[in-house]
């Protein structure tokens, strides 16, 4: 079974840095990555989305980067605000059917002001 | 336009009773599923719709669960004899499309239903 794993499981930082999660997982057939965010008391909302076959994808000061073959993705979150705070998921999904996504426990972010 | 939507938002139920956990999706999205949050924990599977049918309900941890979505828009998750250990948020999501054809899709989370068994 697929098993997900990130690190660290807490980050404080101060306003202004760049910082980077990381996600790990066991089964390298996967058919795409995600990374959402999780705001207290809230749904899950995707930052970013990739394919098996990309590298990498950016959205605004957020850069996700996938290595299949190795099992690993990093979410770059730079110049971070206190709006950033949040806990944030990496969910992997099943490449044999498709139909399952396995999530990490999460990083849960401070971005101290 | 409206997003993925959950209800109720809070449910206090004793052990031993049934409940049901409604989802509305986004509207055309094809694909539908349900995920329990423990505290601390990443979302955890538990079946997902492609349209009418549960295409994969692996997830569901014991016979005491179940999920319908007969029109294939609305789902409901029942649960049946609650226990404590059935405590936890449910999750719902949606996308336009499930399996391998919805590989670019993103997922719409609802908020969630935070179900509490004492």
């Known amino acids: 079974k697929q098993e997900v794993t990130q690190i660290p499981a807490a980050l404080s930082v101060p306003e202004g840095e760049n910082l980077v999660l990381n996600c790990s997982f066991t089964?390298?057939?996967?058919?795409?990555l995600q990374w959402f965010r999780q705001d207290p008391g809230k749904g899950l909302t995707s930052l970013l989305l990739?394919?098996?076959?990309?590298r990498e994808q950016t959205s605004g000061r957020l850069n996700a980067s996938l290595d299949k073959s190795s099992g690993r993705s990093t979410l770059y979150i730079a110049a971070s605000q206190p709006g950033d705070s949040a806990t944030y998921l990496c969910?992997?999904?099943?490449?044999?059917?498709?139909?399952?996504?396995?999530f990490g426990t999460g990083t849960s972010l401070t971005v101290i002001p | 336009g409206a997003g993925v939507s959950q209800t109720p938002s809070n449910k206090v139920t004793e052990k031993g009773k049934y409940v049901e956990l409604r989802c509305d999706p986004i509207?055309?999205?094809?694909?539908l599923y349900w995920y329990r949050q423990s505290l601390g924990q990443g979302p955890e599977f538990l079946i997902y719709?492609?349209?009418?049918?549960?295409?994969?309900d692996s997830g569901l941890p014991n016979d005491r669960f179940f999920a319908v979505r007969p029109e294939g828009s609305v789902s409901t998750l029942k649960i049946q004899r609650t226990e404590r250990g059935d405590s936890a948020v449910y999750l719902c999501?949606?996308?336009?499309?499930?399996?391998?054809?919805?590989?670019?899709?993103?997922?719409?989370f609802g908020p969630g239903t935070r179900l509490t068994v004492l």
């Open positions: 999501a949606s996308s336009l499309n499930g399996g391998l054809a919805g590989g670019t899709d993103t997922q719409y």
């Open positions: 089964d390298s057939a996967i058919y795409n």
């Open positions: 990739i394919q098996s076959s990309q």
């Open positions: 969910a992997v999904r099943d490449g044999y059917t498709g139909n399952q996504f396995y």
């Open positions: 509207s055309g999205h094809t694909a």
């Open positions: 719709f492609q349209g009418t049918g549960a295409a994969d």
